[in-house]
């Protein structure tokens, strides 16, 4: 018996090792060619010709009709005399200043108690006083006793704090019914063997966009801001695939 389980545990870790290895297989020959090679940076690609690019669809107003005024050189929305210089087509360009700040201290505490007890029986039964010895002994006094008791405790503590400051040009990919624009930028920075990546995207509105044609990333609905990098020092920082596997698999 002892040598069937530990057969069975052999199998079971040979076969987690080989899934894991199968996986990562493909990982590690990449990684085995760029040895000594730099990080190499992204393609400039379409964003609308990226798999899993879907156009947003928001709710929308009915439609108006524009008015113009004739005979007069101002344009209705515009904030130059002679041309607005803001992003409003599909193509254009804005710059987007990343300012983002967030601090939060979080502190619950928890405390739970609860007692309980049963205690039921009989004191006597008919005719039991008449009894003596051993048959005496043999009715029940009690029939039922039971105790219960449970406690439970539980403290948590949140204290974070980030803070991130810089700037992205984005695209416009897309003009709403509305007028309001879809835009996305990336922005990749290679220091050394480490690339550093930035990628904003959301919805803007045009009244929110300023006169130098920046926008602050706090007027940005539906958000998607990530900053994070890869390279050297980023894949020492990640566990390897074999532990990220057993993480996943093992229930304790």
Same mark, same amino acid.
């Given at each position: 018996?002892?040598?069937?389980?530990?057969?069975?545990?052999?199998?079971?870790?040979?076969?987690?090792?080989a899934?894991?290895?199968?996986?990562?297989?493909?990982?590690?020959i990449?990684?085995?060619?760029?040895?000594?090679?730099?990080?190499?940076?992204?393609a400039?690609?379409?964003?609308?010709?990226?798999?899993?690019?879907?156009?947003?669809?928001?709710?929308?107003?009915?439609?108006?009709?524009?008015?113009?005024?004739?005979?007069?050189?101002?344009?209705?929305?515009?904030?130059?005399?002679?041309?607005?210089?803001? #992003?409003?087509? +599909?193509?254009?360009?804005?710059?987007?200043?990343? $300012?983002?700040t !967030?601090?939060a201290? *979080? &502190?619950?505490?928890?405390?739970?108690s609860r007692?309980?007890?049963?205690?039921?029986?009989?004191?006597?039964?008919?005719?039991?006083?008449?009894?003596?010895?051993?048959?005496?002994?043999?009715?029940?006094?009690?029939?039922?006793?039971?105790?219960?008791?449970?406690?439970?405790?539980?403290?948590?503590?949140?204290?974070?704090?980030e803070?991130?400051?810089?700037?992205?040009?984005?695209?416009?990919?897309?003009?709403?019914?509305?007028?309001?624009?879809?835009?996305?930028?990336?922005?990749?920075?290679?220091?050394?063997?480490?690339?550093?990546?930035?990628?904003? #995207?959301?919805? +803007?509105?045009?009244?929110?966009?300023?006169?130098? $044609?920046?926008? !602050?990333?706090?007027? *940005? &609905?539906?958000?998607?801001?990530?900053?994070?990098?890869?390279?050297?020092?980023?894949?020492?920082?990640?566990p390897?695939?074999?532990?990220?596997?057993?993480?996943?698999?093992?229930?304790?």
């Amino acid at each position: 018996m002892f040598k069937s389980v530990s057969t069975n545990r052999i199998v079971l870790i040979t076969a987690l090792l080989a899934t894991g290895g199968l996986a990562g297989g493909c990982s590690s020959i990449d990684r085995l060619a760029a040895i000594g090679e730099k990080p190499a940076l992204s393609a400039i690609e379409n964003p609308t010709t990226q798999p899993g690019y879907k156009p947003v669809q928001m709710p929308m107003p009915k439609p108006e009709v524009a008015s113009y005024n004739a005979n007069s050189l101002w344009r209705n929305g515009s904030r130059a005399f002679f041309r607005d210089q803001r #992003a409003a087509k +599909v193509g254009d360009i804005m710059t987007v200043t990343v $300012n983002f700040t !967030d601090k939060a201290a *979080i &502190a619950n505490e928890t405390k739970r108690s609860r007692s309980g007890s049963e205690d039921s029986g009989i004191t006597d039964f008919a005719g039991s006083k008449l009894l003596t010895g051993d048959a005496a002994q043999v009715l029940p006094g009690r029939i039922l006793t039971t105790d219960s008791s449970s406690s439970s405790g539980g403290k948590g503590t949140v204290d974070r704090q980030e803070k991130l400051q810089t700037s992205v040009a984005a695209v416009v990919t897309q003009v709403l019914p509305n007028g309001n624009l879809v835009v996305e930028g990336k922005q990749e920075i290679r220091v050394n063997f480490e690339v550093r990546e930035l990628i904003v #995207a959301g919805i +803007v509105r045009p009244e929110d966009i300023q006169s130098d $044609n920046t926008i !602050d990333s706090s007027k *940005i &609905a539906q958000a998607r801001i990530a900053y994070g990098g890869r390279g050297q020092i980023t894949d020492v920082q990640q566990p390897r695939y074999g532990q990220q596997v057993m993480d996943v698999l093992l229930p304790f």
